[in-house]
């Protein structure tokens, strides 16, 4: 009885704890996102005023540049704030990269403000993930946990943020587990739960409780026409394949401009002056395009010619290492490959017009996961943004496609491959820490199967113990590796990434 008492207890104290982190995330992600509303709003009304005066483009020009040097400076000085920030919380939770939180926490917060405030075609998903686990850490770091704790008040922060960037409580807590940590744990999901539930009760009070991204109501996808969810999956795992093939060959694009990398983000912040003039339909992540496009049917070369502009874009935007997230850019490309296949499909089938709205929400979720190789939280996302619980089955239809094609080209989660870049710039040296972490035994992998005395282990990593139905033990050289059982590695903190990619192998 003792032992129970002391097991709720535990719980108990990490509820308190995911509240805590849950109602100052919310507060500080809900700031983020009214500054980044409010900026873009002043933006495009600067725009328009100098295109209607060209004698105050000049004047524009200068306010552009002094805030495209502002951020430089931050990057120089916190090269860990620039992109998205997701592939460094999950560094950081997998041991292999150490970050400031305090000086994350305002860089990220000005920067993603100034980048996405000005328009770019960023968004605000992946520096409000970093700032709720860079919040997740502080609250540790002040209540004095250890590194256990320390990890789930990240993951927890880091749930709570996306909850309270999009309304999408589920989704945050899903992201943590599918994308980030890759199993189920009950302190892990309790904390998070908690966490993203009260951020996303303190972005409700801000925001009101419509969806990020209200469509309106859409009628039940007819069942004689699933065979365009599974050809549009096929469709959208291709572009998302391509679209990942560029921003991964984007640094070495940049790396040809003859300037520290710091400065990359001079080129975007150009660029952004003459669409804000000209194009201000196009300015911003992309959610009012994905409004746009759903309003009304556009003809298909329109369509065609958009996404061939947002596509470059984004990249350019993405790729100069500016703080920002490629949630929603990815999330308005996905919508006109939807409207485009949803154009054709009218003009060949003769489906109904009302239907276009249909494989917009389809194709959003679908490229997500082929970016992400997260199906269910793309589902859960979708579903949460728009407000549309009826559409789930078509909706798991075209992710479950993407994810299979995705995995089929070789696609690798976006996510774990900018980390590995960023790991990789890294020089490798040993650092007198040890780190434990853990591996789950795929099934059909070369570990499945495998006896202890033929896993080579490099840079005096060592397998310490095993955990097999929930039964954990001192492993020997005879002891075989079981499907789904938990393999438990020390290694030094700075060869474990090295570690991890020699396990991956295998695995």
């Not at 009304?45 to 483009?57: C, K, L, S, T």
Request: charged content about 15%; overall charge neutral; aromatic content about 10%.
């Amino acid at each position: 009885m003792k032992t129970l008492n002391l097991f709720e207890w535990s719980k108990i104290a990490y509820v308190a704890r995911g509240l805590l982190v849950g109602v100052i995330v919310g507060i500080v992600v809900s700031l983020f996102r009214v500054s980044i509303e409010t900026m873009l709003t002043i933006m495009r009304d600067v725009y328009a005023f100098a295109g209607n005066n060209p004698i105050w483009v000049l004047p524009l020009i200068v306010g552009i540049a002094i805030i495209a040097f502002i951020i430089a400076l931050m990057i120089r000085d916190e090269p860990d704030i620039k992109g998205s920030g997701i592939q460094d919380i999950e560094g950081q939770l997998h041991g292999v990269l150490k970050l400031n939180w305090l000086s994350i926490l305002w860089r990220k917060f000005v920067g993603g403000v100034l980048s996405i405030g000005s328009g770019l075609a960023l968004g605000r998903e992946g520096p409000s993930i970093q700032l709720g686990g860079a919040v997740g850490q502080g609250v540790n770091h002040y209540l004095k946990g250890n590194k256990s704790q320390q990890n789930i008040l990240i993951s927890a922060g880091a749930s709570a943020g996306l909850s309270a960037a999009f309304n999408a409580p589920v989704s945050g807590i899903m992201f943590i587990l599918e994308e980030v940590h890759h199993k189920f744990s009950g302190v892990l999901l309790l904390t998070a739960f908690s966490a993203s539930i009260t951020a996303n009760f303190v972005a409700y009070t801000i925001f009101g409780v419509q969806p990020a991204l209200d469509l309106g109501s859409l009628l039940q996808f007819p069942l004689e026409h699933y065979v365009h969810l599974v050809i549009m999956g096929i469709f959208v795992a291709v572009m998302g394949w391509a679209y990942q093939e560029v921003l991964m060959y984007m640094p070495k694009l940049y790396q040809k401009i003859p300037i520290p990398p710091y400065l990359y983000g001079f080129l975007p912040f150009i660029l952004v002056i003459p669409i804000g003039i000209f194009l201000p339909e196009m300015l911003g992540g992309g959610t009012g395009i994905i409004s746009l496009i759903s309003s009304g049917r556009i003809s298909t070369l329109l369509l065609v010619g958009i996404f061939l502009f947002r596509f470059v874009y984004s990249h350019i935007s993405y790729g100069s290492g500016l703080p920002g997230g490629i949630f929603i850019p990815v999330l308005s490309l996905g919508a006109l490959l939807g409207a485009i296949y949803g154009n054709g499909a009218l003009w060949i089938t003769g489906i109904e017009d009302i239907f276009i709205r249909s494989f917009i929400i389809y194709a959003m979720g679908g490229l997500l996961t082929a970016v992400t190789k997260a199906p269910l939280t793309a589902v859960m996302l979708i579903t949460e943004m728009t407000g549309t619980v009826t559409q789930l089955m078509p909706l798991a239809v075209v992710c479950l496609t993407a994810y299979v094609v995705a995995d089929f080209l070789g696609s690798d989660p976006v996510y774990e491959e900018l980390l590995q870049k960023k790991i990789h710039q890294i020089p490798k040296v040993f650092e007198g820490e040890v780190i434990e972490f853990e591996v789950s035994v795929e099934p059909d992998s070369d570990l499945d199967g495998m006896m202890a005395r033929y896993l080579r282990l490099p840079y005096g990593s060592k397998l310490v113990k095993v955990r097999r139905h929930n039964n954990e033990f001192i492993p020997h050289q005879d002891t075989v590796f079981w499907s789904g059982d938990e393999l438990f590695f020390t290694a030094d903190s700075g060869f474990v990434s090295e570690v991890k990619k020699q396990l991956d192998k295998l695995n």
